[in-house]
Nanobody, 125 residues
């Protein structure tokens, strides 16, 4: 079992920044690829970013590329998402997820084995 707890969400004006954190416990953190997803009201959950086990490979949704940065600190069992130049359309609940099985990072939510409870990000215009 893996437990994931997100933090760092909040209310920010357009153009501002937030840094989300995801604290992991239960299994060796470096043993799984990690991802961030988000879900806005009335919309399906969508992929945001993913990072490989050791952190050498990252992948971003086109909508956040150049504005968001995913990173991880395996010594601290923590995943991060630095979000800059936020836009109202970034408003959503953000979830971190752990993928234990895949050999490469994936953008598909069914491939992820464990999920956090989510943290709300609201961007005002």
């Amino acid at each position: 079992q893996v437990q994931l707890v997100e933090s760092g969400g909040g209310l920010v004006q357009a153009g501002g920044s937030l840094r989300l954190s995801c604290a992991a416990s239960g299994r060796t953190f470096s043993g799984y690829n990690m991802g961030w997803f988000r879900q806005a009201p009335g919309k399906e959950r969508e992929f945001v970013a993913a990072i490989s086990r050791i952190g050498g490979i990252t992948h971003y949704a086109n909508s956040v590329k150049g504005r968001f940065t995913i990173s991880r600190d395996n010594a601290k069992n923590t995943l991060y998402l630095q979000m800059n130049n936020l836009k109202p359309e970034d408003t959503a609940v953000y979830y971190c997820a752990a993928d234990f099985s895949s050999q490469v990072i994936t953008t598909r939510s069914p491939d992820y084995d464990y999920w956090g409870q989510g943290t709300q990000v609201t961007v005002s215009s």
